[in-house]
Nanobody, 124 residues
Framework: QVQLVESGGGLVQAGGSLRLSCAAS????????MGWFRQAPGKEREFVAA????????YYADSVKGRFTISRDNAKNTVYLQMNSLKPEDTAVYYC?????????????????WGQGTQVTVSS
């Protein structure tokens, strides 16, 4: 059974940084796409970033490109989201997700496994 557990959220001032972690278990993830999504109050869940576990190719939403970096640690079976230059509009619950395959996915409905989410709040 796939389990994804996020951590690292918190309260930070605008311009600050946070690093989110997603500990993955229950599978060999070498043939998976791992994604980060976020959902702000009253809004739909949206794509943030994704990484192909094998090879490490990455893809970002335009709103975070140049500020966020997704990466993975094979030995720890963990995916990270380094968030720099945070803005108040980045405030949301951030979710880790996984789907089997090699094609990067950006739609919520394309992912099969989800974590419970971690809150990120950016104050102005």
């Amino acid at each position: 059974q796939v389990q994804l557990v996020e951590s690292g959220g918190g309260l930070v001032q605008a311009g600050g940084s946070l690093r989110l972690s997603c500990a993955a278990s229950g599978r060999t993830f070498s043939s998976y796409i791992m994604g980060w999504f976020r959902q702000a109050p009253g809004k739909e869940r949206e794509f943030v970033a994704a990484i192909r576990w094998s090879g490490g190719s990455t893809y970002y939403a335009d709103s975070v490109k140049g500020r966020f970096t997704i990466s993975r640690d094979n030995a720890k079976n963990t995916v990270y989201l380094q968030m720099n230059s945070l803005k108040p509009e980045d405030t949301a619950v951030y979710y880790c997700a996984a789907v089997f395959g090699t094609v990067v996915r950006v739609r919520v409905r394309e992912y099969d496994y989800w974590g419970q989410g971690t809150q990120v709040t950016v104050s102005s």
